[in-house]
């Protein structure tokens, strides 16, 4: 049955093949009804947009081309897009040089292929948008299949500048819809390309290192991360200098894999270095040093020395109300982060109050949808369900979780968080009955994600293990808090607070 699937898979290619060739000859007065197929066969099968095309050529040959090809039932026309079949994809994208008996099919020859691959991909990076812009994001899901078919499609050895700049791009815009995996894929192959073109010392090359860096941290591989941010750090500091604002950025993001790895002497010390540096070379007031200064605070919060944390916080906060506005996005965090410090200090009042001025700017000023905005409705609502306002905190994660799951998806990190508070909501009721598959499920999320030793999904195992234990099942509990302790150990070190609850917990139970 595999053979006879295969031979018919084959006939039906040759018989495009012929089908191709012979419709190709009658379009030789529009040479452009070649060239477009070609660059078409590039993208998936899925709708193309028309204006992906836009660049090709002048729009008017560019239609009257598509008008021919669809005349001819290369391809299916609408008004806003184009679709053709993967067979038809699959020949127009393959070379056929012929040989000594058969000069080979004219309108399939390498040069012109390479040609339409090299121009496939120049008009998707032309409409790919910013990936961090949100309003983009539509386009960008629309554009995704037709990237992952290309580069799919297309050998690594051809990739040039212009494809290594789409796969940065793409990998930035995966990285924040939470697809991290495929992110690190789309920026490994960003850098092989760099380094190969440009050589290990070149300015992208460097940033193209970071990057990947960064999604490994994200990841929750930092022991992958901190020496690719290492060797990033040292070739900017050789090729830019000490003081370069890429330099700076690459210790603060050293600084950030430390602290994600639980090292938190080693970032704190890292970040109050950076901190001086822009100080010195941006100024007191520079967006940089305000975003380093609330980087070292949290740092300190993390550590547990909320006396320094807060402070700072409050400083950070005033300055940036005064230098940038209270509508500014560094702005906003800052208000974000303080109310986050006021309640691991205890003060839910505060933190209540502020995390409620947070969600509001950023509802007015970014939107109800922005990620940002989730973020700050899912923290309101675990601080209310920490001050016992489950009547209000178990309402507002559920919404928030069907908005997450709406707009950045089911893998997003801020969904996974919120699922797990939710969780811990559901159990602070006593309702283990929903608490508990929710963190199930949210734990194999958090593994299939984001790695199992991130720090969202040690805490989602111990949150499990935990509720496992509340009702009685030792027998569960147990093999997870093993499993945490033993993660904790290797990623947060013994004596990392974390590490101490988990292993405690552990010995009650023993």
């Known amino acids: 049955m595999t053979y006879d699937r295969t031979a018919r898979g084959a006939d039906a290619e040759r018989t495009i093949a012929r089908l191709w060739r012979l419709t190709l000859d009658q379009l030789a007065g529009t040479p452009l009804a070649g060239e477009t197929l070609r660059v078409l066969a590039w993208y998936g099968a899925e709708p193309i947009p028309r204006t992906l095309l836009d660049g090709l050529d002048e729009p008017a040959k560019v239609q009257h081309a598509l008008g021919e090809l669809a005349a001819y039932n290369m391809i299916t026309l609408d008004d806003r897009t184009i679709i053709v079949h993967r067979l038809v994809q699959a020949v127009a994208r393959t070379p056929d040089s012929g040989n000594q008996q058969s000069p080979g099919d004219p309108h399939r020859q390498p040069a012109d292929i390479d040609t339409a691959r090299d121009r496939a991909t120049r008009l998707l990076n032309n409409a790919v948008p910013a990936p961090q812009k949100l309003t983009g994001w539509p386009i960008w899901r629309t554009l995704l299949p037709h990237i992952a078919t290309l580069t799919s499609n297309a050998s690594p050895v051809t990739d040039t500048i212009t494809t290594a700049d789409l796969l940065n791009s793409t990998g930035f815009f995966l990285k924040s819809q939470g697809a991290i995996r495929s992110a690190i894929g789309y920026y490994t192959r960003a850098q092989t390309i760099w380094e190969r073109v440009l050589g290990g010392d070149h300015p992208a090359t460097l940033t193209s290192c970071n990057n990947l860096a960064v999604a490994y941290r994200m990841a929750g591989e930092s022991n992958r991360a901190i020496p690719m941010l290492e060797a990033a750090l040292a070739g900017r500091e050789r090729v830019l200098g000490a003081d370069h604002p890429d330099t700076l950025a690459s210790r603060n993001n050293l600084a950030m894999a430390y602290r994600s790895a639980g090292e938190l002497g080693q970032a704190i010390s ?13 100024g007191g007031d520079h967006p940089d040093t305000l975003a380093s200064r609330n980087n070292l605070a949290n740092a300190y919060r993390a550590a547990g020395e909320l006396g320094r944390a807060i402070p700072l916080l409050e400083a950070t906060l005033d300055d940036c109300e005064r230098v940038l506005g209270g509508d500014h996005p560094y702005t906003l965090t800052s208000r974000n982060n303080l109310a986050g410090a006021y309640q691991v200090a205890g003060n839910l009042g505060r933190a209540i109050s502020l995390f409620q001025t947070a969600l509001a700017a950023r509802e007015r000023v970014l939107g109800g949808d ?17 001050a016992g306002e489950l009547g209000r905190a178990i309402p507002l994660l559920e919404a928030t979780l069907d908005d997450c799951e709406r707009v950045l998806g089911g893998d997003h990190p801020y969904t996974l968080a919120t699922r797990n508070n939710l969780a811990t909501a559901y159990e602070a009721v006593g309702d283990s009955g929903r608490a508990i598959p ?13 790695g199992t030793h991130h720090p969202d999904t040690l805490t989602t195992r111990t949150n499990l293990a935990g509720a496992y234990k509340a009702v009685g099942d030792s027998g569960r509990a147990i093999p997870l808090y093993e499993a945490a302790l033993a993660a904790c150990e290797r990623v947060l070190g013994g004596d990392h607070p974390t590490t101490k609850v988990v292993r405690a917990n552990l010995e009650a139970l023993r």
């Open 370 to 386: 922005h990620p940002d905005t989730l973020a700050s409705r899912n923290n309101l609502a675990d601080t209310y369900r920490a």
């Open 438 to 450: 929710l963190y199930k499920v949210t734990l194999g999320d958090c593994e299939r994600v984001l």
């Open 270 to 282: 890292l970040f109050q270095t950076v901190l001086a540096a822009r100080e010195r070379v941006l």
